[in-house]
């Protein structure tokens, strides 16, 4: 079955420091790839998208993905962390415009001072 | 362009009630899908509307059920509530165009069932 796997569900990294959040997806065919950050009591908001153009994809908020089909993996990095960063990310696939997408089970992001 | 909106964001029901919550999608947007979120389960996928058809469903009991207008709002209806069902339902809107894989969601309707 299609699944995202979401590796640690709470990273916690001081501020300025590398945040590195992992995502892999199981499939044989490279799916669309998504990232979504929901900050407390909000809705989910679209951080970046990989669409099978260029592999590292740039998003809001300076963060960045790269699509590694050999690990099937999409990890989301920012090279220095920012307090306003504290929020859940997910990790997100959909093979067709036509088919659900699938969330990871999401990745508690707390940035220490 | 406005996002998507969702009524009400906030409701306190019974159990046993049934609930009705509403999503208007942004303009344009002919699929409508809705998401349950709940802190021990994650996002769980309802389903998906696309021209007032249902397109994809998840793994939810009947007493869950959606509809799509002909102007693409969606209404969800959960009936005969229960304390389990207490939770944030998301809506997210796509288009249909080439960028048509994207979602777009609103803030959420936080049910709690007492």
């Known amino acids: 079955a299609q699944s995202v796997t979401q590796l640690g569900s709470h990273v916690s990294v001081s501020e300025g420091a590398l945040v590195l959040l992992r995502c892999n997806y199981s499939?044989?065919?490279?799916?669309?790839l998504f990232w979504y950050v929901q900050y407390p009591n909000q809705g989910l908001q679209l951080l970046l998208k990989?669409?099978?153009?260029?592999?590292l994809v740039k998003g809001i908020n300076g963060f960045e993905a790269e699509f590694k089909k050999s690990e099937t993996s999409f990890h989301l990095t920012k090279p220095s962390a920012h307090m306003s960063d504290a929020a859940e990310y997910f990790c997100?696939?959909?093979?067709?415009?036509?088919?659900?997408?699938?969330f990871g089970s999401g990745t508690r992001l707390s940035i220490r001072p | 362009k406005a996002g998507v909106t969702q009524t009400p964001r906030y409701l306190i029901k019974t159990r046993g009630q049934q609930v009705t919550l509403s999503c208007s999608p942004i303009?344009?947007?002919?699929?409508v899908s809705w998401y349950q979120q709940t802190p021990g389960q994650g996002l769980q996928f309802l389903f998906e509307?696309?021209?007032?058809?249902?397109?994809n469903k998840g793994n939810f009991p009947g007493r869950f059920s959606g509809r799509q207008f002909s102007n693409s709002r969606s209404e969800m209806n959960v009936s005969t509530l229960e304390l389990g069902d207490s939770a944030l339902y998301l809506c997210?809107?796509?288009?249909?165009?080439?960028?048509?894989?994207?979602?777009?969601f609103g803030p959420g309707t936080r049910l709690t069932v007492t």
């Open positions: 303009s344009g947007h002919r699929s």
């Open positions: 990989y669409t099978s153009a260029a592999t």
């Open positions: 997210a809107s796509s288009s249909s165009g080439p960028d048509a894989y994207e979602q777009y």
């Open positions: 997100a696939v959909r093979y067709s415009s036509a088919s659900k997408i699938i």
């Open positions: 509307y696309f021209s007032e058809t249902q397109r």
């Open positions: 499939s044989s065919v490279p799916p669309y």
